[in-house]
């Protein structure tokens, strides 16, 4: 189902290891080809993301240093981007990663914009900094 719904998301201005905002959402993602598995794909949701990084949620296990090609939905688009496992915790709903997002091979339109929206605050540049705005997304 494709259809356009408001989304709230929260962007805060990245701490002292973060070049990059995150954006806190919920961002379908499609992780191709998981390391170790059969050629299958296997579906997770973006928590946050950035041009540089993403906290990923996913059903399985995957290992720190892993290296993920993975498709991001956002906006009724879709992105493609490359990125290596960092850090990993579990719990009893499932398992969550951080990545490095090394490569975007395609940047969709919307999350382009999302990107080059990002909150600059030189003078306080480790501040925590809030901007909630409203995006659209697809279901």
């Known amino acids: 189902m494709n259809e ?14 973060r ?6 959402g919920d961002y379908e993602v ?5 390391p170790g598995k059969s050629s ?19 059903p399985t296990d995957i290992a720190v240093g892993d ?14 981007c490359l990125g290596n496992v960092i850090w990993k915790q579990e719990s009893t709903e499932g398992k969550t990663y951080g990545l490095h997002i090394k ?16 909150v600059k605050d030189k003078e306080h540049p480790h501040t925590a900094f809030f901007q909630t705005v409203d995006l659209p997304f697809a279901a």
């Not at 356009?4 to 290891?17: F, G, L, N």
């Not at 499609?30 to 998981?34: A, G, H, N, S, V």
């Not at 299958?40 to 996913?58: D, P, Q, T």
């Not at 290296?67 to 493609?80: A, P, R």
Request: hydrophobic share 35%; glycine share 6%; proline share 5%.
């Open 19 to 24: 070049r990059f905002q995150r954006f806190e």
């Open 67 to 80: 290296q993920l090609n993975l498709v991001v939905y956002y906006g009724g688009y879709d992105s493609i």
């Open 103 to 118: 490569h975007w091979s395609y940047l969709d339109p919307p999350l382009e914009q999302l990107f080059s929206s990002e």
């Open 4 to 17: 356009s719904i408001s989304q709230r998301e929260t962007a805060y201005h990245p701490s002292e290891r």
């Open 30 to 34: 499609i992780l191709l080809d998981p």
């Open 40 to 58: 299958e794909s296997i579906r997770g949701k973006a928590l946050n993301i950035s041009k540089e990084g993403m906290k990923l949620f996913m």
